[in-house]
């Protein structure tokens, strides 16, 4: 369905796998486009299929509209969270160029962890944890003695998925807790302490254009740097989806539930900043014993979740843009393919603590280039070279789970370089793993 054929001009804002899976999508649009991106590297993905890469500081707002406007942009998508949390979607709207992307009180509910939970609150919207929210140390030891072993300590800002510490794997006592607290003042930031959910965590990523909504399929994502789910947390090392949308530990209920609440917060922003949100607004969950909690809220697309739901993606991916910038969501069919993806990162050695940086990685053997989303790479005298962070990320696709797991792994396998991936995400062991675990939780 195109709904006009003006030229359309769009401005992609970030650099990494996401914006390059936003980029492919784009680029598979019937519309007549011209696409840009302003980027923090030169992602040579990206740069295949724009008009134009420019290099610069992507949270200063004067040189987004500035270049935006020299373009003649018609619609901007936003990728990564720290522009949102400066207001660059504020200043693209006053300067009339349409955003993907909510503007900056609205994007409160990523940046700061005690807005979601008290806007839960006062909107009475369910999953909520029992929680407090502290800026001293006054009360913290009381409250951890009466939430017992299972609590979180949650960072209250961006942290880059890196901003949260859970008892039992980060934190071994309440000492540790409170030693970490401790640190969290000295460098003046304020925290929240929840119980923490015990249960399957699972990603839900809505379509939003201020009034109506449109879900993607849900996600699993693995934030563990190791298999088996160990090790350090990171921006995420691999993700998964079902060929129903589903995920094969989860119900019907589940995602209703987590559907609700996703309406629910759209309706609750709308309300309390009397005007829309107009993005993605990606909802982490967990199922539990007692239904679907929220854990967090993220104000953009995931990333891996982006490159699972983008690939399998049916409708003109400008259409839904359009929808949402003009609010007209309602009208456009969002559908996705029937198909299950298994995403893995490829990382540097060392990451995320100590990475190795720079050195040359080789894809040439890689025999699917679509299903290849470059991050953190460069190229340099004609060589690429990974910069010290997620270097690529591969996507399998397929009538199964499993099938999308073999052939993303196949494929990953055949880069070279100081890389590694998880090899266990998508796997039948790794999968009834957690079916298993939730059903001795109902």
Same mark, same amino acid.
């Given at each position: ?6 030229? !359309? ?37 990206? =740069? !295949? ?35 949102? *949390? ?21 994007? &409160?509910? *990523? +940046?700061?962890?005690?807005? $979601? ?12 944890? #029992? ?14 003695? !009466? ?29 540790? @807790? ?19 959910? #015990? ?20 996600? &699993? ?12 947390? $990171? ?32 309706? @609750? ?5 009397? +005007? ?22 993220? =104000? ?7 490159? %699972?739901?983008? $690939? ?20 456009? %069919? ?40 470059? =991050? ?22 397929? *009538? ?7 052939? @993303? ?17 998508? $796997? ?15």
């Amino acid at each position: 369905m195109i709904l006009q054929s003006r030229m !359309e001009k769009i401005l992609i804002i970030g650099s990494g796998a996401r914006e390059h899976a936003i980029a492919k999508s784009l680029e598979k649009s019937k519309h007549p486009k011209m696409i840009y991106c302003l980027a923090t590297n030169m992602n040579p993905g990206i =740069a !295949e299929i724009c008009e134009e890469i420019l290099i610069g500081n992507i949270n200063d707002n004067q040189f987004v509209c500035d270049y935006g406007k020299e373009i003649g942009a018609t619609i901007a998508i936003i990728g990564p969270e720290n522009p949102l *949390e400066r207001g660059v979607s504020d200043s693209l709207w006053d300067n009339n160029i349409s955003v993907v992307g909510p503007k900056r009180n609205l994007a &409160q509910i *990523e +940046t700061s962890k005690a807005f $979601t939970r008290k806007l839960q609150q006062d909107y009475k919207i369910p999953g909520s944890p #029992i929680y407090k929210h502290f800026k001293t140390l006054h009360g913290v030891e009381e409250f951890l003695k !009466e939430l017992g072993e299972n609590y979180v300590v949650k960072y209250d800002g961006l942290a880059g998925g890196k901003g949260v510490k859970v008892s039992g794997e980060h934190l071994k006592s309440h000492k540790e @807790a409170l030693n970490h607290c401790h640190s969290l003042i000295k460098s003046n930031q304020s925290f929240l302490i929840e119980e923490k959910f #015990i249960g399957q965590e699972f990603s839900l990523m809505s379509f939003c254009d201020g009034e109506n909504l449109k879900h993607m399929p849900v996600v &699993q994502d693995h934030k563990r740097a190791y298999e088996g789910d160990t090790g350090p947390n $990171t921006g995420g090392m691999g993700t998964y989806t079902d060929h129903d949308h589903s995920l094969p530990f989860l119900n019907g209920k589940d995602i209703e539930a987590a559907h609700q609440i996703n309406f629910q917060t759209a309706e @609750a922003l709308k309300e309390k900043f009397k +005007t829309g949100y107009k993005g993605i607004l990606y909802g982490g969950f967990m199922a539990t014993k007692d239904g679907v909690r929220l854990i967090e809220y993220n =104000a953009r697309f995931g990333d891996p979740e982006a490159m %699972n739901v983008l $690939t399998l993606l049916n409708t003109d991916f400008i259409d839904i843009c359009k929808g949402i910038v003009s609010q007209s969501l309602n009208k456009i %069919n969002v559908s996705f393919e029937k198909k299950a993806t298994v995403c893995k990162y490829a990382v540097p050695k060392g990451y995320p603590e100590k990475p190795v940086k720079n050195l040359p990685i080789d894809i040439s053997n890689i025999k699917s280039k679509d299903s290849l989303f470059y =991050a953190s790479v460069e190229i340099k005298n004609s060589q690429l070279v990974e910069s010290g962070s997620r270097t690529m990320a591969i996507v399998g696709k397929a *009538e199964t789970i499993t099938k999308a797991e073999e052939i @993303a792994e196949k494929e990953i396998c055949l880069v070279k370089g100081p890389l590694f991936h998880r090899k266990d995400i998508g $796997t039948e062991k790794l999968i009834k793993e957690k079916v298993d675990q939730m059903k001795s939780l109902r």
